[in-house]
């Protein structure tokens, strides 16, 4: 059974930079062509999609979040990563990593169980 | 890119059906058969119930089901449960290049 866990810091400082890294267990990140990306809702609030990642590297990301973000995928750990710069309150939220359906399908079928980070100082 | 517009709530007696609605534009619902819909519990990572706007994952109940008529899709749930309070997102590829979710409906169940 595939399973995904998010991990990193849980407080960061406004300005700085909030980095996540996303494992996967169960499964190959290479295999399949499936996409892997990030999810995240404020605390109380809707989900806000922030972008997806493939093996060989290219991205779709979330244009309002464009120039502040960044994602990288490591096939060797099984892992794939998000930084975020510049971070304000704003970004406080529970941070999904997820896997999107292959073939286009821009579903999300397997999720992590979610981590929160607050921005503040 | 702009959230699809959702219902805040929809409530339902147990057994009866409810339908929740979920409209766009043609940049993203009314222009590709990749809508989603997602079940959330409080406190749980959101579930996929439903993708390629028709489509159920394995496991999940035939009551449900998902529809769309141009730029407006829904979800339907036949025979409610209490077990299906909850949340529900409908998201859809917006212009081929991201995704954009929907505010979410909040289904209470009488």
């Known amino acids: 059974q595939l399973q995904l866990q998010e991990s990193g810091p849980g407080l960061v400082k406004p300005s700085e930079t909030l980095s996540l890294t996303c494992s996967v267990s169960g499964g190959s990140i290479s295999g399949g062509g499936f996409w892997w990306g990030w999810i995240r809702q404020p605390p109380g609030k809707g989900l806000e999609w922030i972008g997806i990642i493939y093996p060989n590297g290219l991205t779709h990301d979330n244009p309002s979040l464009k120039s502040r973000l960044t994602m990288s995928v490591d096939t060797s750990k099984e892992q794939f990563s998000l930084m975020l710069t510049s971070v304000t309150a704003a970004d406080s939220a529970t941070y999904y990593c997820v896997r999107q359906i292959g073939g286009g399908s821009w579903s999300l079928d397997y999720w992590g169980q979610g981590a929160l980070v607050t921005v503040s100082s | 890119q702009s959230a699809l517009t959702q219902p805040a709530s929809v409530s339902g007696s147990p057994g009866q059906s409810i339908t929740i609605s979920c409209t766009g534009s043609r940049s993203d619902v009314g222009g590709y058969n990749l809508v989603s819909w997602y079940q959330q519990h409080p406190g749980k990572a959101p579930r996929l119930m439903i993708y390629?706007?028709?489509k159920r994952p394995s496991g999940v109940s035939d009551r449900f089901s998902g529809s769309k008529s141009g730029n407006t899709a829904s979800l339907t749930i036949s025979g409610v449960r209490t077990e299906d309070e909850g949340d529900y997102y409908c998201?859809?590829?917006?212009?081929?290049?991201?995704?954009?979710f929907g505010g979410g409906t909040r289904l209470t169940v009488l």
């Open positions: 390629e706007v028709i």
């Open positions: 998201s859809s590829c917006a212009g081929g290049t991201s995704l954009v």
